[in-house]
């Protein structure tokens, strides 16, 4: 594990979404604090029931946060990637973490005690403000998650996914393998596998291999979420 911070020039808070609009000095001490890691593809960061005493800043990488039910099945919550924090939303109440989070691929993060942040919070308006809005858009997006999963259509839960999973841009690329499309929508694998075969057929989406869909016509792709 490296603890050293290897920004060199550019202080990795200037692209986390909850800290980049602070001042650079305030970055800086939050730099200095944090515990910097690199770790592997497959590890666990989060067990279900930790004690949650920080927030982890995905600098580079991918994790999925994830519950199991009594059979073992998987759940998926929600995937985060660059730029993205985890167990925020935990950080003011719960005293553990109620989902798993583990590495989709190899990754380099910071650690972050919550004796430090609220010190932080505490003499800055602004990581105040950044932190309520941020939890503000993943209750957002946690709501519309529950409102897509309550859908009985599964093209439309596949097509709901698709269009929330990116941003519009040039290159729509949404890179996820169909087991967590199938976790994340809660369906079968097959189920979304001959979804997505549906939407490749009207050249909506084309697949990039086991796993990368391109988006290829998103005002059909929604056109087609209110017609199913």
């Known amino acids: ?36 890691f690199n770790a592997k593809k497959g590890t666990e960061l989060i067990r279900e029931g930790d004690h949650c005493d920080a927030i982890y800043v995905l600098r ?46 190899d990754s380099r993060l910071c650690k972050i005690s919550k004796n430090q942040l609220f010190q932080i919070l505490s003499k800055n308006s602004e990581l105040a403000l950044s932190f309520l809005t941020l939890l ?42 169909l087991e967590d499309i199938a976790g994340l929508t809660n369906l079968r694998r097959e189920t979304v596998s001959r979804k997505l075969n549906e939407l490749q057929e009207k050249k909506i989406i084309k697949r990039l291999g086991q796993k990368q869909i391109q988006i290829l016509n998103r005002k059909k792709l929604w056109a087609l979420f209110y017609e199913s």
């Open 60 to 105: 580079e990488g991918k994790a999925k946060l994830n519950r199991y039910d009594y059979e073992g099945k998987e759940m998926i919550f929600d995937l985060r990637t660059d730029g993205n924090t985890i167990g925020e939303e935990n950080f003011l109440q719960n005293k553990h973490f109620n989902y798993n989070v583990i590495l989709l691929e």
């Open 136 to 177: 503000s858009e993943r209750l957002q997006d946690a709501n519309e998650r529950i409102r897509l999963l309550m859908e009985d259509n599964g093209l439309r839960r596949v097509i709901g996914f698709l269009i929330m999973g990116n941003s519009p841009g040039e290159r729509e690329i949404i890179t996820l393998s």
């Open 1 to 36: 594990m490296d603890e050293s911070c290897q920004c060199k020039h550019d202080l990795c808070t200037s692209k986390i979404q909850l800290f980049k609009k602070l001042p650079l000095k305030v970055q800086g001490e939050i730099v200095d604090d944090a515990k910097h």
